[in-house]
Nanobody
Framework: QVQLVESGGGLVQPGGSLRLSCATS????????MGWYRQAPGKQRELVAV????????DYADSVKGRFTISRDNAKNTVYLQMNSLKPEDTAVYFC?????????WGQGTQVTVSS
């Protein structure tokens, strides 16, 4: 059974930090490109960050560059998103994604709310 389970979301003040985790099972994690996406009310789901296999090359949306860091722990089959200097516009449901040519799996999402 394929499972992607996000955790770590919550309410944080502007300028604060959160660390999201996505625990996976049922996939070949080390050979899956992993990503974080987010969707705010009334907006389309957008790519936040992605980390590849092998050398673990990363890429980020322009809006989060310098503030967010994606990482993966292949021993734990888990991908992380460290979010610093959070802004109200970061408020969204954050989704974990696992992708290979053969599949494209999504978690249920975790809510991140940035508000004073």
């Amino acid at each position: 059974q394929v499972q992607l389970v996000e955790s770590g979301g919550g309410l944080v003040q502007p300028g604060g930090s959160l660390r999201l985790s996505c625990a996976t099972s049922g996939i070949i994690f080390s050979m899956s490109a992993m990503g974080w996406y987010r969707q705010a009310p009334g907006k389309q789901r957008e790519l936040v960050a992605v980390i590849g296999t092998g050398l673990s090359t990363t890429d980020y949306a322009d809006s989060v560059k310098g503030r967010f860091t994606i990482s993966r722990d292949n021993a734990k089959n888990t991908v992380y998103l460290q979010m610093n200097s959070l802004k109200p516009e970061d408020t969204a449901v954050y989704f974990c994604n696992a992708r290979r040519i053969e599949y494209d799996y999504w978690g249920q999402g975790t809510q991140v709310t940035v508000s004073s």
